[in-house]
C-alpha cells in the first residue's frame, strides 16, 4: 500500500472486496469502534455494503494487507 493507512481517518472511506459474498462487493466504513478503555488504540471498524447495507465488523488491519480489501471502489 503507497499511503499509511491510519484507523482514525478511516471513517467514511471506501473499500472493495477481492473476493466478493453474496455478491457484495463495494463497502465503506460507516463507524469506527473506539476501545472501551480509553488510551487504547483502535482495533475494529463496521463495513456497510453499498448495494444491501449489510454490516460486518472487521479488524481494521485486515483492509491493509491487499488481500481481501482494495482501497476505493474498483470495478
Do not use: C, Y
Not at 467514511?12 to 480509553?38: G, R, Y
Request: proline fraction near 7%.
Amino acid at each position: 500500500m503507497k499511503n499509511p493507512l491510519h484507523p482514525k481517518k478511516l471513517l467514511l472511506s471506501k473499500w472493495t472486496a477481492v473476493h466478493p459474498i453474496n455478491k457484495e462487493k463495494h463497502f465503506m466504513v460507516v463507524k469506527v469502534i473506539e476501545p472501551e478503555e480509553e488510551g487504547l488504540p483502535v482495533e475494529q471498524v463496521v463495513l456497510e455494503a453499498v448495494m444491501t447495507k449489510r454490516q460486518k465488523t472487521i479488524h481494521w488491519r485486515l483492509l491493509t494487507s491487499g488481500l481481501d480489501w482494495k482501497r476505493g471502489w474498483v470495478t
